[in-house]
């Protein structure tokens, strides 16, 4: 049996395009365009992945074999067991990532499913501020930004969906040749509310 290949923002895809699927159950009659409806899906969704195995490309491609919104239902549940988890990590690994946070409030981790995290991030009211983990090449990637308490309805920069977000402030250490203390803060709207925003988010390149 293959191993976990999908990750949490491949699941969000796949789940999407399943329910257009189901949607068509519900709305179009004519099965020759429910096929075409479900090759499509099911090309789009494999087309997000940089490489398959002959196995995995069979995971994926058993989409094309419902027949009903049940077993829709059904195909959904039979990938999780190949969702690739976010690493787990402790307090104290966390403390190591920001070092220069030491009054930090670091979130229970024990309440977290790490294996719906695109990224792992959570709000620090007290300090204003946002702290994200990001899984890449190996490594967790350490993030902070502050952000505005002032909660508004637009478009977030991580998920691309219009919700809840607040305004973050990152700063970056961009090189300069006149200036080597030289930086910019750079600020996008995020979801306030970081979970909803794992389920929703579909494309990584912002958090790249």
Not at 93 to 103: A, G, H, V, Y
Not at 145 to 151: N, T
Not at 154 to 176: A, I, L, M, P, R
Request: aromatic share 10%.
């Amino acid at each position: 049996m293959p191993s976990t290949f999908i990750r949490n923002h491949h699941l969000n895809i796949i789940k999407s395009e399943a329910r257009n699927i189901q949607r068509c159950f519900q709305d179009i009659e004519d099965e020759g365009v429910i096929e075409a409806v479900k090759g499509q899906a099911t090309d789009r969704i494999i087309q997000q992945f940089p490489h398959l195995s002959k196995e995995e490309i069979n995971i994926i491609e058993s989409l094309k074999e419902v027949k009903s919104s049940i077993e829709v239902e059904a195909f959904i549940g039979s990938i999780y067991r190949y969702v690739e988890s976010f690493p787990n990590i402790t307090k104290q690994r966390i403390k190591d990532l920001f070092p220069d946070n030491i009054s930090m409030t670091i979130p229970n981790l024990t309440r977290i499913d790490l294996s719906r995290r695109t990224y792992l991030g959570w709000n620090d009211p007290g300090q204003k501020k946002k702290y994200i983990l990001y899984h890449q090449n190996g490594e967790l990637l350490p993030i902070e930004g502050r952000y505005i308490p002032r909660a508004l309805k637009d478009y977030c920069h991580f998920c691309k969906q219009v919700t809840t977000v607040t305004f973050v402030s990152f700063h970056t250490n961009d090189k300069s040749n006149d200036n080597t203390d030289y930086y910019r803060a750079i600020g996008h709207y995020i979801c306030l509310d970081n979970q909803e925003c794992n389920k929703k988010i579909m494309d990584i390149r912002s958090l790249e």
